[in-house]
T-cell receptor, first 116, second 112 residues
């Protein structure tokens, strides 16, 4: 089946620094990738839709200058958390939809970000 | 935008019993309804999905029903087993927006 990878799986950074998270579709091409944030014991909240070759579409309330998204190819999207603060600590999960089938979304394993 | 409500938030059942989780959605344009199982610290795993042209779908012990008129859909798990214990999320996708709106989740505990 379709596989989506994320890197890193865990990252700890200091307040004020930036962190980049990569999301890759390994065996399919994804025109669209999605970035979610999940706080403990809560649901997945969509942050933005990442479109290959164009600007990301951000959900209401998500700061686009803080959460930079780049979708440079059909298999890679990156999320950069800039000037991270402790309240940005969360589980970040990406997903990708197969460009051909446009069926289910395949989720990456997630990245646990801790900002100290 | 789409709003998905999910009930109950927690559900405890005895092993072998059935479990039912219900969701309602607000956007009549939604046409794809997946259910995900998420274990602690892991990615959501698709367990079953249904599209709006189908009323019911079954896969072994798992079934999903959809009532498009009432805008609600349900997950049914029969003969529950301890390994079914996890958090379950419903979601709705309008297709046009191509994005999923998730319910708030149900923590299912199957007791021995």
């Amino acid at each position: 089946g379709a596989v989506v990878s994320q890197h890193p799986s865990r990252v700890i950074c200091k307040s004020g620094t930036s962190v980049k998270i990569e999301c890759r579709s390994l065996d399919f091409q994804a025109t669209t990738m999605f970035w979610y944030r999940q706080f403990p014991k809560q649901s997945l909240m969509l942050m933005a839709t990442s479109n290959e070759g164009s600007k990301a579409t951000y959900e209401q309330g998500v700061e686009k200058d803080k959460f930079l998204i780049n979708h440079a190819s059909l298999t890679l999207s990156t999320l950069t958390v800039t000037s991270a603060h402790p309240e940005d600590s969360s589980f970040y999960i990406c997903s990708a939809r197969d460009r051909i089938t446009m069926g289910e979304q395949y989720f990456g394993p997630g990245t646990r970000l801790t900002v100290t | 935008g789409e709003n998905v409500e999910q009930h109950p938030s927690t559900l405890s059942v005895q092993e072998g019993d059935s479990a039912v989780i219900k969701c309602t959605y607000s956007d009549s344009a939604s046409n794809y309804f997946p259910w995900y199982k998420q274990e602690l610290g892991k990615r959501p795993q698709l367990i079953i999905d249904i599209r709006s042209n189908v009323g019911e779908k079954k896969d072994q012990r798992i079934a999903v029903t959809l009532n498009k008129t009432a805008k609600h859909f349900s997950l049914h798990i029969t003969e529950t087993q301890p390994e079914d214990s996890a958090v379950y999320f419903c979601a709705a996708d309008t297709g046009t927006a191509s994005k999923l709106t998730f319910g708030t989740g149900t923590r299912l505990q199957v007791m021995l």
